[in-house]
Each structure stands twice: as C-alpha cells, then as structure tokens.
C-alpha cells in the first residue's frame, strides 16, 4: 500500500543506511586508532585485560630499569675490587721480598705505603649512582648491609602483586668500614695465622715492616704480614666471585624481562590491535553498501512523487 502518511520504503531504506554508517563509522576508527577494541564499549572484558597488563609492563619496564641500574653497580664495584687484589698481590710480593736478609725494609715500606694509599683510593672511588659497596660506615644511621636490586614485577591469579629483589649483603665484599665496631677485609685486625681476629696486631691496610730487623722475632712477624695479606686475597677473590655471580643473574633475569615484556605485548595486541587487511575490505565494501543505500533510499522517496502523477493524469 503507497501512503503520503507514512513512506515505508523510505523507512526501511533509512534504518539500513543508518545502520551501514554505523558499521562505516566503526571501521574508520578502528584503521584510524588501530585498535579493534579502544575503549570499553567496544570489549569490556579485553578492554579490561589489556588496560592492566598494558599497566603491568610499564612497571616491567621500570623493573628493566632497575637492573641496568644494579648492575652498572655491581660492576662498579667488581670492577675496583680486581683493581684492589692486583695492587694487595703487589704487597705481598714487596713482603716476600723484604723477607730476605739484608733488605733496606724502609725503602720497601715507602712503596707498600703508597700502594695502602692505592687501595684507599679504589675503594672510595668504586662510586655509582651514590651507592659505594667497597668502603662503608656502618655506624650511619639508616646504614644497612644487605643491598636489593628489583628484578621482578608479577601478578597472581587473584590481582596480588609482587615485587621480587636480587639481594647482594656487603659483609661480602667491603674492604673498608669506618665504624669503629666493625671492619672490612683490608682494615681488620690479623693474627699470626692470617685470620680476622679481634686480638690481631696488624691489618693490610696499616702494616709497617720499616722497623723491622733480621732478628728471628721480626722475621716471623713478616711472615705474619705475608700469610694476613694472602688471606686478604683469598677473601677479595671469594667477594669477587659473588660479585660475579649476582651480576650474571641479573643479566639473565634482563634477558627474561625483556623477553616477558615483548611477550605481554604480543598477548595484548591479539586481544585490541585491528586487523588492517580485514579492516580494509570492510571498509570498501561497506562504501559501496553506504551507496547502495543512498540510492535506495532516494528511490524509496520518489515513491511520492508517483502518486503525485496520479492525480495530475486524473
């Protein structure tokens, strides 16, 4: 039935144009932004999903951050304590030649004496990011021996978070410590034996051979000197090794992190990136329902105009 009330074929034609333009609209946003989901309208679940996990790489990110941090650090640190075992070897290679008899031990000490000065020196530079872990005051308050690099960021099935640490304690590799209750590798006080001891009579840092004679006594004391300072080494070298160890596992978790990171990505573009091949093909066949429509829709409004005609061959 034609009617001048109510056209229809107009109606119709209309809500199939308007629902072609809402598709046309759709699809222009998503080449336009590059997302198939971009707000929550469009996926409230995945919207929901890649927004924290876009959020929990960011923080990973800040987790990779950390790591480059620590370990500059550490190797700082490694890097002056090798220095700190070539200049003690050359102590005790100055010991075992002012061990024999006859030797200007003065002279001998004046060198010892500038290489003591050398290892001072290495430790107090081993600075990074205002972070020393080879000369220490643990008497300052907030001081505390156990140093945490972040290495992890995760999230549990029930939304808890935790951030997870690569601990390294400085009791480990300190050479020196200001306190006056407790001691480094070079400062400590060593016995006859060449161990730690709070009852030893020298340390690698203050030892003096200068008064020393060829009598049997100063001989012995010398040799004190030359098993204390070899301790030293052996306890530097032990340091350096964790040093190392600490530093390779942080370089193995830069490597997962990064990996997780570029994995999470990839997870989240499945769920919100837009397909531009599929969105393309849409879009030009959704151009040429939009004309088809346009069309049908003029057609559906000359229907009017014919029953017009109508009346004027009456």
């Known amino acids: 039935m034609d009617s001048?009330?109510?056209n229809f074929s107009a109606m119709t034609a209309l809500q199939a144009l308007q629902a072609t333009n809402k598709e046309l609209l759709k699809s222009q946003q998503r080449i336009s932004t590059g997302y198939r989901v971009a707000t929550a309208e469009d996926n409230a679940a995945y919207w929901s999903i890649s927004t924290t996990m876009r959020s929990d790489n960011k923080a990973l990110s800040t987790v990779m951050d950390a790591l480059g941090l620590g370990s500059a650090t550490i190797d700082v640190?490694?890097?002056?304590?090798?220095?700190?075992?070539?200049?003690?070897?050359?102590?005790?290679a100055k010991l075992v030649a002012a061990r024999e008899p006859g030797v200007d031990r003065q002279k001998v000490q004046s060198e010892i004496a500038e290489l003591q000065n050398q290892l001072q020196s290495n430790a107090d530079s081993a600075v990074f990011s205002g972070q020393n872990w080879l000369s220490?005051?643990?008497?300052?308050?907030?001081?505390?021996?156990?140093?945490s690099v972040v290495a992890s960021f995760t999230r549990a099935s029930d939304g808890t978070i935790n951030v997870g640490t690569i601990t390294f304690t400085l009791d480990d590799s300190k050479l020196y410590d200001a306190s006056a209750s407790d001691v480094g590798i070079l400062d400590a006080l060593r016995d006859s034996t060449g161990a730690k001891s709070a009852s030893g009579t020298f340390s690698v840092a203050t030892l003096d051979i200068s008064a020393l004679t060829d009598s049997s006594a100063d001989l012995t004391t010398l040799e004190d000197y030359i098993r204390g300072v070899d301790a030293a080494i052996t306890e530097m070298t032990?340091?350096?090794?964790?040093?190392?160890?600490?530093?390779?596992?942080?370089?193995?978790?830069?490597?997962?992190?990064?990996?997780?990171?570029?994995?999470?990505?990839?997870?989240?573009s499945t769920l919100v990136d837009a397909d531009m091949n599929e969105e393309s093909t849409r879009l030009q066949a959704l151009q040429v329902q939009q004309q088809l429509g346009v069309q049908a829709l003029s057609?559906?409004?000359?229907?009017?105009?014919?029953?017009?005609?109508?009346?004027?061959?009456?």
Not at 136 to 147: E, M, R, W
Not at 241 to 267: P, Y
């Open 4 to 6: 001048i009330k109510t």
């Open 136 to 147: 220490v005051d643990s008497s300052l308050a907030g001081y505390n021996a156990t140093k």
């Open 238 to 268: 032990a340091a350096g090794t964790s040093l190392g160890s600490t530093k390779k596992r942080i370089s193995l978790q830069q490597t997962f992190v990064k990996v997780l990171i570029d994995a999470i990505e990839r997870g989240v």
């Open 299 to 314: 057609i559906a409004n000359s229907s009017s105009q014919n029953i017009l005609s109508l009346f004027r061959n009456g």
């Open 77 to 92: 640190a490694y890097t002056a304590l090798n220095s700190a075992i070539e200049v003690t070897s050359e102590i005790k």
